[in-house]
């Protein structure tokens, strides 16, 4: 197991870009398909817009070793699929006990949290707020404001990701969207088929 070196990088004001990154990845349009309930406003925007990127995400790992840190930022752009305010794809932890903090540095969101269970949280997203995704919590950024919402993440490099989780409920219990006076609503998700998280159950 090699050990890492010290390291810093530069965060640009605004944008989240991270100089000294070790690597990018990005999500566009298309890569989102089936996430949104509004399945012909979806396929409205990706006809036109479907290889626009929705949100990127730079990231520093110094490696993948336990009790090491892996820390970046994601930028997701404004936007809304039907009534529904864009959002990250969201996950849970593939090693589910691990945590995350997220620092706020631009931009208004929520986090939408949800366990196996089907229980719910959301915190709020302003400039300097940090939320703490307790283990456990599945987890997703939603940006209900006009600009990018730009955060700084930090969780343990052995944590990985887990995508199904949200998958096969059908999406996550509740939806954030537009309540037609400016601001956000969060409201339950038709589609959501509540799991089964009886012991001998996964
Ligand atoms: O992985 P997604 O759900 O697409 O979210 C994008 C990113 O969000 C956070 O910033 C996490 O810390 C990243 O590890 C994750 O990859
Ligand atoms: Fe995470």
Redesign the pocket.
């Given at each position: 197991m090699s050990s890492p070196l010290p390291a810093a990088v530069l965060i640009a004001p605004g944008t989240g870009e991270m100089t000294g990154r070790t690597r990018r990845y990005e999500?566009r349009y298309d890569d989102l398909d089936g996430l949104f309930l509004d399945q012909a406003a979806f396929a409205a925007i990706a006809g036109t817009r479907g290889s626009e990127v929705a949100y990127q995400?730079d990231e520093f790992r110094p490696s993948d070793n336990a009790g090491d840190i892996i820390f970046?930022t994601?930028t997701l752009y404004a936007g809304r699929v039907g009534t529904e305010f864009i959002f990250?794809?969201?996950?849970i932890h593939a090693v589910s006990d691990r945590p995350?903090i997220y620092f706020c540095q631009s931009g208004h969101g929520i986090m939408l949290m949800e366990l196996a269970d089907g229980t719910v949280r959301v915190e709020e997203m302003t400039p300097n707020s940090v939320v703490y995704v307790a283990p456990h919590w599945i987890h997703?950024?939603v940006n209900v404001g006009s600009e990018p919402l730009v955060?700084l993440?930090c969780?343990p490099a052995d944590a990985g990701?887990d995508y199904e989780i949200i998958a096969r409920a059908g999406g996550m219990r509740d939806l954030i969207v537009d309540d037609g006076a400016g601001g956000w609503k969060q409201v339950p998700n038709p589609r959501y088929r509540p799991r089964n998280t009886a012991p001998g159950h996964v």
């Open positions: 999500k995400v970046g994601s990250t794809r969201g996950h995350e997703r950024s955060t993440f969780y990701q």
